[in-house]
């Protein structure tokens, strides 16, 4: 009985010196979390687009709201006749609606890709002008396609990825054609254990 008049003194004791609770901003919490999000869009029947994520999170203040996509997102690219013609993954990615205006923008490792030309290219942001219906960006970026490599800063691009042109090349005459730190185990020859 002793320790139980102890317990409770020590916790209305401990409680008396607190202050009033923070008030929490909702513009910092999510009002909506959706896990392994899969969005298609389409068009009298014909699949345009394709959007894959682990996480979306969507937030709202007073002059715009947004939708942040920590754990990536993909984007799947589709041309008229229904052939998957365009990829674009990355790390992280914010899709931004404002009043007047609306833009995604791709971060980290961003990879976009047109499946039909085979062309790969490399940055690490890109937006997405839903408005101008182009992608763009003013970061280093790198290309690989079948009549070489490129490499320069800023790119555009419709948003297909059809005709993406690098704004300032630089020294796009270098190909690598075989990695020579490549190691390769034999496990047919090998003596000892295999490693993993």
Known sequence: MIATALAVAFVVFSCKGKEKPELLDLSTVPLQT???MFFVQSDN????MRLEAKVMERYQNDTCSYELF???LNVYGYAENGELESIIQS???KHLKGKKDEYWLAHGHVVIKNI???ETMETDTLYWDQSLHEIYTDSYIRMYSPSGFMQGYGMRSDEHVR???IMRPFNSYGVVVKDTTLVEIDTVNIIGPILK
Request: charged residues 30%; hydrophobic residues 25%; without cysteine.
């Open 70 to 72: 920590p754990e990536g």
């Open 163 to 165: 005709n993406a042109d």
């Open 34 to 36: 959706v896990n392994d």
């Open 116 to 118: 039909i030309k085979q």
């Open 45 to 48: 029947g014909k699949l345009q």
């Open 91 to 93: 790390e992280g990615a």
